[in-house]
C-alpha cells in the first residue's frame, strides 16, 4: 500500500543557486524558459513558460483556487526576454553568488533556460537581474496574463530532484516498505509525460487527456512508487525525483462540495 510521507520543512535560503546539467543528460531543444515567481510580501505565487516562438502559459494559484491561461503571445516578445536570458549575468554565471536578502520583500524569481546547451537553475531576487531583463520579463507577463483560459487540460505533472537530508529521509522511509530500485529510462519514456518531467526538472508538463492520467497511476501502481496519487518518488538512473500532479484549474470549495456529496475528484 501506497503511503504518504513527511519530508523536513525547506527553509527559504537568502542565497540563490544555478543548477546545470551535464550536456549528456539534457540536449539543447527548441528554447524554452519555465519560472517561479513568487512574492515575499503578499505570499502569491505564479508558474509562466514561454518558448521562443511565443507559446507561453501562466498558472496562478491562490488559497482556494487555480487558474491556467495558455496560447501564443508575439513572436518579438518571447525574443526580446530570451535574447536578455542570454545577456544576463545573473543566468550566465558559473557559480552561486551570494545576495543580501534580509530586508528583501518583492518578488524571487526561481527560472530555468538554456545556456550554451545546458540547462540552468537560478534563484533570485527579480531585481538582481537588471532593467532591461525586468523590462522583457514584465513585456512578456503582461501579454500572457491576456491569453484565455485553459478550461480543456486535465493537470500538469512536475518533477524536482531531491538530494542531502531529503533524499536521505526518502531511502530511510521507503526502504521500510520494499527495497527500492532505480526504474530505467527505457522503462520511464514508456509515460511520455513523466519522462518529459524527469528531462525538465521543474517544467510544468502538461496533461492532455485522462488518458494521460491513467498512465501515470498505472505507472504508480507497477513500480509500487512511494508516495501518492499526487505526490509520488521516482527512484531513477538520473536520481530520485518528487513528482506531482498539479491542477490546471479549479474552484476549491466547489470541489470540496462535490466531494462532500459524494462526488469524487477527477484525479
Not at 47 to 55: H, L, N, S
Not at 75 to 102: G, H, T
Request: hydrophobic share 40%.
Amino acid at each position: 500500500m501506497i503511503k504518504k510521507i513527511s519530508l523536513p520543512a525547506m527553509f527559504f535560503c537568502a542565497a540563490f543557486s544555478a543548477l546545470a546539467f551535464r550536456p549528456d543528460a539534457q540536449k539543447a531543444a527548441a528554447k524554452a524558459s519555465w519560472m517561479n515567481v513568487s512574492a515575499l510580501d503578499t505570499g502569491s505565487n505564479y508558474y509562466m513558460e514561454i518558448a521562443q516562438d511565443g507559446r507561453a502559459l501562466i498558472r496562478t494559484e491562490s488559497k482556494n483556487s487555480a487558474t491556467t491561461r495558455r496560447g501564443r503571445i508575439p513572436p518579438q516578445l518571447a525574443k526580446d526576454f530570451f535574447r536578455e536570458i542570454e545577456n544576463s549575468e545573473v543566468i550566465n554565471a558559473q557559480s552561486a553568488a551570494a545576495n543580501k536578502m534580509v530586508f528583501y520583500r518583492g518578488e524571487v524569481l526561481k527560472i530555468s533556460a538554456y545556456i550554451t546547451g545546458e540547462l540552468r537553475r537560478v534563484n533570485a531576487p527579480l531585481n538582481t537581474f537588471g532593467e532591461a531583463f525586468s523590462h522583457a520579463f514584465s513585456e512578456a507577463k503582461k501579454n500572457i496574463e491576456k491569453l484565455p483560459l485553459e478550461k480543456n487540460l486535465c493537470g500538469f505533472l512536475s518533477a524536482e530532484p531531491i538530494e542531502g537530508d531529503a533524499l536521505d529521509q526518502f531511502r530511510e522511509n521507503a526502504s521500510k516498505e520494499r527495497e527500492v530500485k532505480n526504474i530505467e529510462t527505457y522503462d520511464i519514456q514508456k509515460v511520455k509525460p513523466l519522462f518529459d518531467a524527469i528531462k525538465h526538472p521543474y517544467r510544468l508538463i502538461a496533461l492532455e487527456s485522462q488518458g494521460d492520467l491513467k498512465n501515470i497511476r498505472d505507472f504508480i501502481s507497477l513500480y509500487q512508487l512511494y508516495g501518492l496519487r499526487r505526490l509520488f518518488y521516482v527512484p531513477s538512473t538520473r536520481g530520485v525525483f518528487k513528482c506531482q500532479v498539479l491542477e490546471a484549474g479549479t474552484d476549491r470549495a466547489e470541489r470540496a462540495a462535490a466531494a462532500s456529496g459524494g462526488r469524487q475528484p477527477r484525479i
